[in-house]
């Protein structure tokens, strides 16, 4: 079997891949005429790339994903609407009022107008507990996919009683719970998966009038909400729109 | 028109730019760092019409996307992840969309998400050895390998063979040859598109394409099927 030039290689790769123009085109397959060389090259690759022509080589997406990538730019475009309008009416209305007494007002206003942030510190240690259980490899303390396992192992370890829910339906299941320490407290952490994710759910008596929330920091999304008294902080590395997925099930499970 | 809080590949009338090592670096640290101040990015302010612009133009690669994100990281979760980051991404860069061939402008940000992803997964390499996910082993459900109607189970099942040991010697390819080799094989990009897919001058690509097909062809050698 004899070698193809080896200045002639590309230019055999550029063929087969109809790169060369007309003139190259024409002056390599006179060049082909006279050497085996690159002749039996020629048809080698060809060989090979009729093996890699097979459709099916190639992956299709799975089930379910274009449905979800459809739903993620759907709630995408509705938060930047949510965002854009829920802005201007902050700027607007202490405009509105003129004078001198009413600069005091303003502010007043400003303050009673803005949206009540958790602190920030607050946040930060959210964060650092849910890496410091991901890295100490101290994820659960009770390791369970049975909400009924996993909900009564809090009683007695804190004083109020997570709800906990079963997910695994869609697509989010418990891996189970551990105790945390947050704001000076005793915390229950639930911890649920989604794929390769572990989300944090962190779930601690509600105070003051903190309601639903959403934030993102050093790479991990927060998403926070309240109901019957408690308030829950999902923390995770799993992108917003499937954050809040997540909490949109959770809520609508923990209801009863 | 709004910038992107991440920078993005520009393909379009003009000739994409020839990226230098320092533009990729700083193409990628933009994606990385971007990724990490999802609070308070800018609204990419698109209108509905631009949304379905959006889906129109890009929802029908979503096939070459996740074939793309599966032969990089070789983890069908991994790419599942990657491809809806990818979209998002493209979604919210659209504006820095300037034309041009919209599957090689979504491979691009594909291709950088993966490598962010590989980034941040060696990070959480020792944090997930707690977790003890069971790694699925790829879609479920029978793939399409042809017409049933056409083929005898023999043929379809030497065919499965066959699809197997491609894709296996596909996936035992060294970067940068793996990404180039399914690129023009797979997805049958000209090498302009590879070259500004993979910031590579196309010199490079194809030096790289012809490596790769010759370390194929020596992975498939042995014809006559495994003993």
Not at chain 1, 111 to 120: K, N
Not at chain 1, 179 to 189: E, F, N, Q, S
Not at chain 2, 146 to 167: F, K, L, Y
């Amino acid at each position: 079997m004899s070698e193809a030039c080896p200045d002639k290689i590309l230019l055999l790769h550029g063929l087969i891949d109809g790169e060369l123009d007309a003139a190259n085109a024409l002056e390599l397959e006179a060049h082909l005429k006279g050497c085996a060389g690159c002749s039996q090259e020629l048809e080698r690759l060809e060989a090979l790339r009729r093996r890699l022509a097979d459709p099916a080589i190639g992956y299709a997406a799975p089930e379910g994903l274009r449905a979800r990538i459809t739903a993620a730019i759907e709630s995408e475009g509705a938060r930047e609407r949510r965002r854009k309008t829920g802005w201007s009416a902050r700027r607007v209305a202490p405009f509105v009022l003129g004078g001198g007494l009413a600069v005091i007002a303003a502010s007043l206003a400003l303050v009673v107008l803005m949206p009540a942030t958790p602190s920030l510190t607050l946040e930060r240690e959210l964060v650092d507990d849910h890496v410091r259980s991901l890295l100490a490899q101290h994820l659960t303390d009770v390791a369970s996919t049975d909400q009924h396992t996993v909900k009564p192992w809090f009683a007695g370890r804190t004083d109020y009683s997570p709800p906990v829910v079963d997910l695994k339906a869609q697509g989010f299941p418990l891996a189970g719970g551990r105790l945390d320490y947050v704001d000076g407290k005793v915390t229950a952490a639930l911890v649920y998966r989604r794929r390769l994710h572990a989300i944090n759910l962190f779930v601690r008596p509600a105070h003051g009038r903190d309601g639903a929330f959403e934030t993102s920091r050093d790479g991990y999304n927060l998403v926070r909400w309240r109901k019957g008294g408690l308030e829950f902080w999902a923390v995770s590395d799993l992108n917003r729109t499937e954050l809040e997925q997540f909490r949109d099930l959770f809520e609508q499970r923990a209801g009863g | 028109m709004s910038r992107s809080a991440v920078a993005l590949p520009e393909f379009g009338a003009w000739a994409p730019p020839a990226f230098g090592p320092r533009g990729v670096l700083r193409l990628l640290a933009g994606l990385v760092g971007g990724g990490r101040a999802r609070g308070g990015e800018a609204a990419s302010g698109l209108d509905a019409a631009d949304r379905r612009r959006f889906k129109e133009l890009m929802l029908p690669h979503l096939d070459a996307a996740y074939n793309f994100a599966r032969h990089l990281l070789r983890d069908p979760a991994a790419a599942e992840d990657v491809v809806q980051e990818a979209y998002l991404r493209a979604y919210r860069g659209f504006s820095g969309y300037r034309g041009g061939e919209p599957k090689a402008w979504l491979l691009s940000i594909v291709r950088n998400c993966a490598f962010s992803w590989s980034h941040a997964e060696r990070g959480r390499a020792a944090a997930t050895h707690s977790l003890d996910f069971g790694r699925e082993d790829g879609p479920a459900g029978p793939e399409q390998i042809g017409d049933p109607g056409q083929e005898t189970p023999e043929a379809a099942m030497v065919r499965r063979g066959e699809i197997e040991a491609v894709r296996a010697a596909i996936a035992a390819l060294p970067e940068p040859f793996r990404e180039t080799l399914v690129l023009r094989e797979l997805e049958e990009l000209p090498y302009k598109e590879i070259s500004a897919v993979t910031a590579a001058p196309i010199g490079t690509v194809m030096s790289r394409l012809a490596r790769a097909r010759a370390l194929l062809a020596e992975a498939l050698k042995p014809e006559e099927g495994c003993a």
